[in-house]
């Protein structure tokens, strides 16, 4: 045992955590100094633009709001310079104290080594001997026994010198010890002074694990209109952006409906990755700032899987190591550039909007595509398709929104393929459905926060195919998204911990059909062990996709498998969402306010899809 472990340890604990807490404070001062600066130029426009009351309550909230930015910031400039002189006397304690172990182990070292040379001088004078505290005695010149015992008279004075460097090590130690001591008071010491720092000041609960980011000061932009955020960053767009990007859907919605649109410009010149994909943003104006990224994106990306596929090295059995996902995501941006890169999705018909572009992560990009125009539609449908959906396949699913679509002019219909889908092994489990249910989370709030800013009212619809019906059932159950109608096509499965009561949608605005002929939606939940929401009694409205005949004599096809939509038009044919199906048009009917059209669907039946008709498994 150390002759310091029954002391507590004055250098306890992590001085870079401590000191990447002051510069966490130094970094929110400085955010805070900056929206000060900003805020009170704001507040010295607005005033002195003209005298209207709304004007004058506007710049007497400005100046309230850069008052509080200016104690924001003190408070953290304190706290920084509280945990920087916390750091530096932790620091020096950590020094001082290395040092003392160090001595002390020394020592201790030199008296084990004594105690074994004066052992082998007189064993029997040493049996009796303990710590490093208790030296054996001297043995006195005159003592004839030592003589007896067969020590000579240079062992006696060897012995009685080891003895004495001994006394000599346990008064260092003892002196060790009360240098270590005095460093514990010291570190008491200092921690008080810290918390005293601290506590004293607005922002100290971030020492307890609160995280204060400023956030709160940049919402309050969101009772500022957008000219006068406009002319408080007029200098500064990518400042704005960057505002922006923390701000929520709602915040950013309210701004964004009077920002002039030179300073939108000069926003998506400048922050177009942001803009593109910002929540709460005109859909227009973030189609303008995703087709703006398209060429250098692609270009960015082929000379990526150039650079692999050229480069030496070991290759694996499909091409160059990380060469498929290059691969994947340069064809996918080459889709996404030839079909949008000219700008002119917006004047097509129906007009085409890429409304959301996500590169960030391997392989093909995620990405949103409108069919119609979203920041007016009266009806507005977020499609969201199953297995191994993706960019690359969205030419198959485009058709299929406008045909959905073409039910009202008024209408906009998203093909959502903003989320990973699964492959095939992959769809018995629910973890692709989750990860894209948050994604389709923020999609949702992003759209609700801009139709209340914008005072649009519009009927907010849902529509799933396959593993599509997993991943937004997840995402309704998860929070209220105000969605008006539900649709599931051939369901993969619902998660067995979620009823229709928990999907915050009219349990009679839940619809749901299962073509007779579709078995890989049985195939789909029988190895996923999820619920039918067709066959369990859910409570969902049944609607027909097994072809039929309207009263006008219309003839209606049946959906003959599972697929939504085929790999071209005519391949289309018999599909849930193709030309003509009795699918197709429920769907339409749903989407469009007009559920009472709808045809029936067939009584649910109950039997083992998997020993009929040649089914095993």
């Known amino acids: 045992m150390s002759a310091l472990s029954d002391l507590d340890e004055p250098d306890k604990g992590d001085v870079a955590t401590i000191r990447s807490a002051a510069e966490q404070h130094t970094a929110d001062a400085q955010t805070g100094r900056t929206l000060q600066t900003v805020v009170r130029a704001a507040g010295s426009t607005v005033g002195s633009s003209n005298t209207s009351e709304v004007t004058a309550q506007t710049a007497l909230m400005l100046t309230a709001l850069g008052d509080k930015l200016d104690t924001t910031a003190a408070s953290h400039e304190a706290c920084a310079a509280a945990l920087g002189a916390y750091a530096t006397e932790v620091e020096s304690i950590k020094l001082e104290a290395g040092l003392l172990r160090t001595a002390c182990s020394e020592a201790e070292r030199s008296i084990g080594s004594l105690r074994v040379a004066l052992s082998d001088l007189s064993p029997s004078t040493f049996t009796a001997v303990a710590g490093w505290d208790n030296p054996p005695a001297r043995i006195p010149e005159s003592d004839t026994t030592s003589l007896l015992r067969g020590m ?27 240098s270590y001591a005095a460093l514990l008071q010291r570190r008491l010491e200092a921690d008080g002074v810290a918390v005293a720092a601290l506590s004293g000041t607005p922002v100290s609960t971030i020492v307890s694990g609160a995280q204060v980011d400023g956030a709160t000061a940049i919402a309050a932009w ?91 090295g070991p290759y694996s059995y499909d091409g160059a190591p990380g060469g498929g996902e290059a691969f994947d995501k340069m064809q996918g941006l080459k889709y996404l550039l030839d079909r949008y890169g000219d700008g002119l999705g917006p004047t097509r018909v129906p007009p085409l909007y890429l409304i959301t572009l996500d590169n960030s992560a391997p392989g093909v990009p995620l990405a949103a595509i409108s069919v119609g125009d979203l920041d007016t539609a009266k009806f507005a449908t977020f499609f969201v398709p199953g297995m191994e959906s993706s960019v690359s396949s969205s030419d198959d699913y485009i058709r299929a929104a406008e045909r959905m679509q073409t039910a009202d002019p008024s209408s906009a219909v998203v093909v959502w393929v903003d989320y990973d889908s699964p492959n095939a092994l992959e769809v018995p489990s629910n ?9 389709l989370s923020r999609t949702l709030d992003g759209y609700n926060a801009y139709r209340e800013a914008a005072n649009l009212p519009s009927q ?121 199906s009795e699918s197709l048009y429920n769907v339409q009917n749903i989407i469009t306010g007009h559920e009472e059209r709808i045809t029936e669907g067939r009584a649910p039946v109950e039997y083992d899809a998997y020993q009929s008709e040649g089914w095993s498994l």
């Not at 915040?251 to 920002?259: R, S």
């Not at 973890?431 to 994604?439: H, Q």
Request: hydrophobic letters at 40%.
């Open 152 to 178: 000579s008279e240079t062992d006696v004075s060897d012995f009685n010198s080891g003895v004495s460097r001994w006394g000599t090590l346990a008064t260092e130690i003892e002196g060790q010890r009360e």
């Open 222 to 312: 969101a009772t500022v209109d957008g000219a006068t955020f406009a002319a408080a960053y007029a200098d500064d767009p990518q400042a704005a952006a960057d505002a922006l990007s923390k701000m929520s859907p709602a915040e950013v919605a309210g701004l964004w409906q009077n920002l002039p649109p030179e300073f939108v410009a000069a926003l998506i010149a400048a922050a177009p990755a942001v803009v593109g994909n910002l929540e709460g943003a005109s859909y227009t104006d973030r189609d303008r700032a995703n087709v703006s990224r398209l060429q250098q994106l692609y270009d960015e990306a082929k000379a990526d899987y150039e650079a692999i596929v050229n480069a030496d």
């Open 431 to 439: 973890a692709r459905a989750e990860a894209g249910a948050d994604r």
């Open 460 to 580: 907010l619809n849902l529509v799933a195919h396959s593993y599509g019906t997993t991943t937004i059932s997840i995402a309704l159950a998860d929070k209220d998204h105000h969605v008006d109608t539900v649709t599931f096509l051939g369901s993969a499965g619902i998660p067995n911990d979620i009823s229709i009561n928990d999907l915050h949608v009219d349990p009679e605005k839940v619809f749901v059909t299962d073509a007779e002929r579709d078995r890989l939606a049985d195939f789909g939940r029988f190895v996923s062990g999820r619920q039918d929401p067709e066959r369990t009694g859910w409570g969902a409205t049944l609607f027909g996709s097994d072809g039929t005949v309207l009263p006008d004599g219309t003839e209606l096809e049946p959906a003959d498998m599972h697929n939504a939509v085929g790999g071209n038009e005519k391949d289309d044919d018999r599909k849930y969402l193709g030309e003509d």
